[in-house]
Structure formats: structure tokens, C-alpha cells
């Protein structure tokens, strides 16, 4: 019976290999990543670096309090009260596009002015795609009042 369990044995039992990538940890190869990237963000320390040498100090300069647009700002805050009375705070706003000049209103107000005023003019040629935003905004802003808003005879 012997010979028969060694015979069956060497038959079917076949020793298990155990495949390992590396047996060591000193075996490892490292990969390569990023072949050929160099960092461009200094990450070394408190101070930047270029190539070992430190960056130059930008020359201090004080900021002009006298500028035109420092100067100026402001001076035509109280011209309704001290002015005379033929001028309009309004009509000393001459950066700003002439249809918000003097507007109360919501977006939609000013938006309709602006159509109104630009109608007349080659923007709807020129910019027809501009043209075309703003009538879709005008058609959205519409729907919104007229669906959203409250009236006073409609609450209860």
C-alpha cells in the first residue's frame, strides 16, 4: 500500500511556485515618471529661487496720491447742492453709456432703454449676435415680471 500512496503522489502532487516580482526590497527598480518634466514652482524653502540665486528686490516706489483719477474723484458729489442750479448730477456722469444715465428702474427698465435707444443706430447690424442676447434677455426678464411679481390684488 506503501508504494502505491508514494506512486499516486509523485502522479499528481506537483510542488506550488510562488512567482514574486522582487524578492527584496534592494531588488526594486524605481520607475521613471515624468521623463523630462522640470518643476517650475519653487518648493525648497521660504525664500524664491532661480537657479540658486536669489531673486531681485523690486525697487520701492510710492504711489502718486496726486494722480488725475485720485484727485479728481469725487468732485462732482455735492455739485446739485453747491452748483448752480442749471447743471444735473446726471449730466457730469461721462464715462457711463448714455441709456443708464438717469435710470430708476429695475434691469428690465434699463434694459428696454437700451433696446429703444440702439434700435435707431447699426448695432442690430453690426452686432447681431449681442442684439439677439439681449432680446432674449428682455424676453425672459418679461415673462419673469409679469409671472413672478406679486400685484397688490392678487395676494391675499
Not at 506512486?7 to 506537483?14: G, I, N
Amino acid at each position: 500500500m506503501e508504494w502505491l500512496s508514494s506512486r499516486v503522489l509523485k502522479a499528481f502532487w506537483r510542488p506550488s511556485v510562488n512567482i514574486v516580482r522582487t524578492r527584496y526590497h534592494a531588488e526594486k527598480q524605481q520607475l521613471v515618471r515624468r521623463y523630462g518634466y522640470e518643476e517650475k514652482i519653487w518648493c525648497g524653502g521660504l525664500l524664491p529661487r532661480s537657479n540658486g540665486r536669489s531673486l531681485p528686490i523690486p525697487e520701492y516706489r510710492p504711489a502718486n496720491p496726486w494722480t488725475q483719477r485720485k484727485a479728481l474723484y469725487g468732485q462732482n458729489d455735492y455739485i446739485d447742492i453747491l452748483g448752480n442750479k442749471g447743471l444735473h448730477p446726471v449730466k457730469t456722469l461721462y464715462t457711463i453709456p448714455t441709456w443708464i444715465k438717469g435710470v430708476s428702474g429695475n434691469e428690465y427698465h434699463i434694459m428696454l432703454r437700451k433696446k429703444k435707444m440702439l434700435a435707431t443706430t447699426s448695432y442690430p447690424k453690426l452686432r447681431p449676435t449681442k442684439w439677439k442676447d439681449l432680446e432674449k434677455r428682455l424676453k425672459y426678464l418679461y415673462r419673469r415680471l409679469n409671472q413672478k411679481t406679486k400685484t397688490g390684488m392678487s395676494g391675499n
